[in-house]
C-alpha cells in the first residue's frame, strides 16, 4: 500500500497512476521533458517496461500489447509524437482491446527541443480524446480515468502535457492500490476490426465518427471538466498549467477549467459563457482553445494578447492582461532582473567529452574558423550535416562545427542530398549511436543503395547521454536492468553494404584526423565509428591536466576546445583540476604545440 500524500512530480505521478490503473506494458523513447514517466515504470519488476528503438516502435508493441487486451502505454516528447503519428493515427482507426494511453510532453519555450508544436491538434486530427493535467494530482487521477475512457470508447487517449507539469512536484492523495483488469490477455480474430485493407478501413472510419459524437456528449459530464463561480465579470477558459497561471492573476474571475480538452463539452462552454459578462481563453502555444470555442459561434478573445510564442508565466499573464485593460495599470509587475555579477554560461560540451576531439579534427580540416564574421555567404569547404543529441552543441563556438540540425536521424540523408545537388565541398554527417538506432539506419540503408559518396561519422559515446544516460539497443542492457543482446554497430553497417568502416579511439586526435581525411577522400559511402565512453559514466577520475607557465605561450589553441575544465584569467591559460576529466582525455595535451599541458602526475615526478 503506497503512503496516502506524496510529494510527486507531474512525471513521477503520471507513471504511478498508470501502474495502479493497472497498466501490464509501458514503452517509451527517452526524450525531455517526459524521459522520468518510464524511468519510474521500469521500477516496477510486476510490469514490462522497454526503452523501445524509437517512437514509432514504442507506439507499434504498446498497440500490440492493447490489441491482446493488456492495459498498455507509451510516452514520448512532442516531437517523437510525429515519428509515431504513423501507427497513433492507425491506432485510432482500429481501435483497441486493452486500454491504450498516449502520453505526449509538449516543451514550450523550447528548453531542449527543436521546436514547440502544439500537439493538442493531433487529438483532433485522429479523431481521439484529449486529457490535461494542470497538477500533479490531476496527472495521477488522469491516468485512471484514461484507461477507463479507453476501453469504454475502444480508442486510443492522448493525455497531454508540458514542461512545466512534467517536472514541477506538488502533493499527491495516492487513493488507489494497483489493479489489473485483464490480467490474462489473449487476442482474438477480427480481421475487420485489426486488417485495415479499404474494404475493412472505410467502415471503420464511420465508427470512428460515431465515437466522436459519443465521446463529445462523455465530456458534458467529465468530473475533471470544473466549473470555479466567482464574481461574473470576467469568465476564464483554461487548461493545463496555464489555468495555475490565471488562477494566481484573476483570482476573482470566475473559471471552466477543462481536464478533457478534445472533444469539447459544447454545451458546458456556452452556458458558462451566457453567464459572464466577457470570456477570455488562456492558453499555451496555439489557440487552439480558443478557435474551437470561436468556431462554435461563442465570442471570446485570448491569442490577441496572450503570446502566441514560449512559455507563459503568471508574469507574461499579468502583464499581457494589463496591455489589453483586463487589469489595472497597478497590477503589473516588473520581473526580476538575474542577479548582479552571475558569470555568463554557454552551453558547452562537458569536460572530457569523447565528442571534442572529433570536432576539433573537422574544425580544423574544414578550416571552418575562416568563416567566422564573413558578411558574404560562403560555401564551407567541409559541410557538416547534424543530429539531435548532446553533440549538437559543437554548431556553437569555439566549435562550430555543425551546419544543419532538423530532427533526429536527418543528418545522414541531407548530407546525400547535398551531395546529389552537387556541391563542391565534401559532406559529412554526424550522428549519435541511440540516435543512429533510431532513425539513422534507413538513412545509412539509402546512401549505400544510392550510391552516396558520403562520410558519416556515428558518435559512440555508449549512451543515450542527453536525456540523462537512457539505455538503448547497442548497449546490452534492457530498461529495467537486465543484460540483453547488444546490437554491434560495424556488424550492423557491413550488413547494410558500407565496405570502408572505421572505429577510432574518441581521444586519439592524430588517428581521428587521419582517419577522417581518407574517409574523405574514398569514392562510397564511409563510416567512422567514433567510440568513448561518455564522461559523465566515467566515475574514477585521476591526474587532472596542469599548464607550464614557462612553456606556455599562450596561443590559445587549447582554448579552441571549448573545454570547460580550461580556463583563461588575463591572459594566463590553466586548467581546473575539479573540472578535468584527468588522463581519460588528454586531448588538450596531444594539441598544445609547446607541449606545456600535461599530467599533474607527470609534474609531481620531476619536483
Known amino acids: 500500500m503506497e503512503k496516502t500524500l506524496q510529494l510527486l512530480s507531474g512525471n513521477e505521478a503520471l507513471a504511478l497512476g498508470a501502474y495502479h490503473a493497472g497498466v501490464q506494458v509501458a514503452t517509451a523513447y527517452p526524450g525531455t521533458p517526459s524521459t522520468e ?3 519510474n515504470l521500469a521500477r516496477f519488476k510486476d510490469i514490462y517496461a522497454e526503452w523501445s528503438t524509437n517512437e514509432k516502435v514504442a507506439m507499434e508493441v504498446a498497440m500490440g500489447a492493447a490489441y491482446a487486451g493488456a492495459r498498455a502505454m507509451v510516452s514520448m516528447k512532442h516531437v517523437g509524437l510525429n ?11 482500429t481501435g483497441i482491446i486493452g486500454g491504450l494511453v498516449v502520453v505526449s510532453a509538449d516543451d514550450p519555450q523550447i528548453h531542449s527541443s527543436q521546436n514547440e ?4 491538434h493531433y487529438a483532433r486530427l485522429a479523431k481521439v480524446p484529449m486529457l490535461e493535467p494542470s497538477d500533479s494530482q490531476e496527472a495521477y487521477d488522469l491516468m485512471g480515468y484514461a484507461f477507463d475512457i479507453s476501453e469504454e470508447f475502444d480508442t486510443p487517449v492522448l493525455l497531454r502535457t508540458t514542461t512545466r507539469i512534467s517536472h514541477s512536484k506538488s502533493v499527491v492523495d495516492v487513493k488507489r492500490t494497483r489493479a489489473v483488469k485483464n490480467p490474462q490477455p489473449a487476442f482474438h480474430f477480427n480481421v475487420q476490426k485489426y486488417v485495415m485493407l479499404p474494404v475493412n478501413a472505410l467502415p471503420r472510419h464511420a465508427v470512428v465518427e ?10 458534458e459530464t467529465f468530473p475533471l471538466n470544473q466549473v470555479i463561480w466567482n464574481k461574473k465579470q470576467l469568465g476564464i477558459v483554461t487548461s493545463g498549467v496555464a489555468y495555475q497561471y490565471a488562477r494566481e492573476v484573476f483570482p476573482e474571475a470566475s473559471f471552466l477549467k477543462l481536464g478533457m480538452t478534445w472533444p469539447l463539452p459544447k454545451k458546458a462552454i456556452k452556458e458558462f459563457a451566457d453567464r459572464v459578462e466577457k470570456l477570455i481563453v488562456i492558453e499555451e502555444l496555439d489557440p487552439f482553445l480558443q478557435e474551437n470555442i470561436q468556431a462554435m459561434g461563442i465570442k471570446v478573445t485570448g491569442k490577441e494578447f496572450i503570446p502566441l510564442v514560449g512559455e507563459l508565466n503568471a508574469h507574461i499573464v499579468a502583464e499581457s492582461s494589463v496591455g489589453a485593460g483586463l487589469l489595472p ?8 532582473p538575474p542577479a548582479p555579477g552571475l558569470p555568463r554560461r554557454p552551453p558547452l560540451l562537458c569536460p572530457g567529452c569523447p565528442h571534442t576531439g572529433i570536432y576539433f579534427v573537422l574544425n580544423g580540416i574544414g578550416q571552418r574558423s575562416k568563416l567566422l564574421g564573413s558578411k558574404e555567404p560562403q560555401e564551407p569547404k567541409l559541410i ?14 569555439p566549435l562550430n562545427v555543425l551546419d544543419t ?22 559532406v559529412v554527417a554526424v550522428i549519435g549511436d541511440s540516435t543512429f538506432m533510431h532513425s539513422g539506419i534507413t538513412g545509412l540503408v539509402d546512401a549505400v543503395y544510392n550510391n552516396g559518396h ?76 567514433v567510440r568513448g565512453f561518455c564522461a559523465m559514466l566515467v566515475r574514477k577520475r585521476a591526474n587532472p591536466g596542469k599548464v607550464d607557465v614557462e612553456k606556455c605561450n599562450e596561443c590559445g589553441v587549447c582554448l579552441r576546445l571549448g573545454c570547460p575544465a580550461i580556463q583563461s584569467v588575463d591572459g594566463k591559460v590553466f586548467i581546473e583540476p575539479t573540472l578535468c576529466a584527468g588522463d581519460i582525455c588528454t586531448i588538450c595535451e596531444q594539441l598544445c604545440p609547446q607541449k606545456a599541458i600535461s599530467a599533474q602526475a607527470k609534474n609531481k615526478s620531476k619536483e
Open 405 to 426: 540540425t532538423a530532427c533526429m536521424g536527418a543528418g545522414i540523408g541531407q548530407a546525400l542530398g547535398m551531395e546529389r545537388a552537387h556541391v563542391k565541398s565534401k
Open 329 to 336: 495599470e497597478s497590477e503589473k509587475d516588473e520581473a526580476l
Open 210 to 219: 460515431k465515437r466522436l459524437l459519443r465521446l463529445a456528449e462523455f465530456s
Open 454 to 529: 558520403i562520410t558519416i561519422l556515428i558518435l559512440d559515446n555508449r549512451t543515450t547521454a542527453m536525456t540523462g544516460h537512457q539505455e538503448h539497443p547497442g548497449t546490452g542492457v534492457s530498461a529495467q536492468g537486465q543484460e540483453t543482446c547488444a546490437v554491434d554497430i560495424e556488424s550492423l553497417c557491413r550488413g547494410i553494404g558500407v565496405k570502408d568502416i572505421k572505429v577510432i579511439n574518441a581521444f586519439d586526435v592524430k588517428a581521428l584526423r587521419a582517419g577522417v581525411r581518407d574517409s574523405l577522400d574514398r569514392p562510397e559511402v564511409s563510416v567512422i565509428i
Open 117 to 120: 508544436q502544439d500537439n493538442r
Open 37 to 39: 514517466i518510464l524511468e
Open 83 to 93: 515519428v509515431a503519428s504513423d501507427p497513433f493515427m492507425a491506432a485510432s482507426i
Open 384 to 397: 557538416i550535416t547534424g543530429d539531435i543529441g548532446c553533440y549538437t552543441l559543437g554548431a556553437l563556438p
